[in-house]
C-alpha cells in the first residue's frame, strides 16, 4: 500500500508542477514583469550613439535613454542585458530579455521570430565609409573588401548596393561590432566598412577626419524597432501605448534632442523621427523624411 501511495503522490506532484507551468506559460509577459518587479531589456554596447560604453565607463546612448523610460512608465526597476546581433533576438525566443531595444531594423525574417512595437523608433539608412581619397563613388569599391557588423543585413545590402554601379562584386567580411570593422579599416585590411549612418558618423567622428562617406548618398532606408517575444500581443501592445505616449507627451522629443539635434551628442541632418498616420494614431507631431 506505501508503494502504491508514493506512485499516486508522485503522479499529482507531477500533474501540479505541469499545471503550474501551464498557468506561468499563460501569464503575459506583462503579468510577470509586474510581479517580478524587474523589466530585463537587451542593449548592446558598442554601436554609438544607440548604445555604447562611454570614456567614464558608463552604458549610455539613445536606446540606453529610452530603455530608462520604458522602465519608469512600467513602475518596475531596470536590468540592462547585455546583447549583440547575434543575441538581441535569440533571447527574446529563450526568455532571458523582455524587451529588446537594441538598433535592430525591421525586416520581414526577424519579424518571423519576434514582434515589434509600433510604431518603429527611428527611421535609418546605411552608407560605407573609406579613408579620403581612397573610393570617390559607389563604383569604385567593385572587388574591393567591404566589411560590415555580423548579423546586419548589410551582408547583403552592400553588395547589392555596389553591384548597382559596378560589374565586379565585392568580397563581404564579417566583424563582431563596428569599433573592430573601422579597426580592421585603419589597418589595411578592409576596403571600406558600411553600416548604419548615424552610427557610422560616431565611430569615424572619434578616429578623426582621416574618414569620409563614400558616394554621399544613404542607401537601404531602413527603420528601427523595439523587439518583444512573440505571441504576447498584451505584452507588446503595452509597449506600445507607452512608446506612442513618449511621443505624445515630448519624451521622446527631449531625448532625441540630446542625442541628435542640432545641439545634441550626435547631431544629424536628416530627420530620423518616427511617422505617426493621423488615421491610426490620432493628431501627433512626427512624419518620416521625404
Not at 167 to 175: A, Q
Given at each position: ?192 566598412y558600411s553600416q ?31 523587439g518583444v517575444p512573440p ?60
Amino acid at each position: 500500500m506505501k508503494k502504491y501511495g508514493l506512485a499516486v503522490l508522485a503522479v499529482l506532484l507531477v500533474l501540479c508542477l505541469s499545471s503550474n507551468s501551464a498557468m506561468s506559460a499563460d501569464k503575459s509577459i506583462l503579468e510577470v514583469v509586474k510581479d517580478r518587479g524587474v523589466v530585463r531589456i537587451g542593449h548592446g554596447n558598442a554601436t554609438p550613439p544607440m548604445n555604447y560604453i562611454d570614456d567614464k565607463g558608463i552604458w549610455t546612448g539613445f536606446d540606453v535613454d529610452l530603455g530608462e523610460e520604458f522602465a519608469k512608465r512600467l513602475g518596475v526597476k531596470l536590468e540592462r542585458v547585455l546583447v549583440d546581433n547575434k543575441t538581441r533576438i535569440a533571447f527574446l525566443a529563450n526568455g532571458s530579455i523582455d524587451i529588446s531595444l537594441a538598433n535592430i531594423s525591421q525586416t520581414r525574417s526577424r519579424e518571423e521570430q519576434m514582434d515589434y512595437a509600433e510604431p518603429p523608433y527611428f527611421w535609418t539608412g546605411k552608407i560605407f565609409y573609406a579613408k579620403k581619397g581612397k573610393a570617390k563613388a559607389i563604383k569604385n569599391l567593385g572587388g574591393k573588401k567591404i566589411g560590415v557588423d555580423q548579423g546586419s543585413n548589410a551582408f547583403i545590402a552592400a553588395p547589392q548596393e555596389i553591384e548597382k554601379y559596378s560589374k565586379t562584386k565585392p568580397t563581404m567580411l564579417s566583424f563582431q561590432n563596428s569599433a573592430e570593422g573601422f579597426l580592421a579599416l585603419k589597418q589595411g585590411k578592409i576596403d571600406a566598412y558600411s553600416q548604419d549612418a548615424q552610427i557610422m558618423a560616431a565611430v569615424a567622428g572619434s578616429l578623426g577626419g582621416e574618414y569620409e562617406a563614400v558616394g554621399g548618398a544613404m542607401y537601404s532606408p531602413g527603420l528601427y524597432g523595439i523587439g518583444v517575444p512573440p505571441n504576447d500581443s498584451k505584452w507588446r501592445d503595452k509597449i506600445s501605448f507607452i512608446l506612442q505616449d513618449m511621443l505624445k507627451d515630448g519624451t521622446y522629443e527631449k531625448i532625441y534632442q540630446k542625442w541628435f539635434g542640432p545641439k545634441g551628442i550626435a547631431p544629424l541632418s536628416i530627420n530620423a523621427r518616427p511617422r505617426l498616420p493621423k488615421d491610426s494614431f490620432g493628431d501627433m507631431l512626427y512624419v518620416w523624411p521625404d
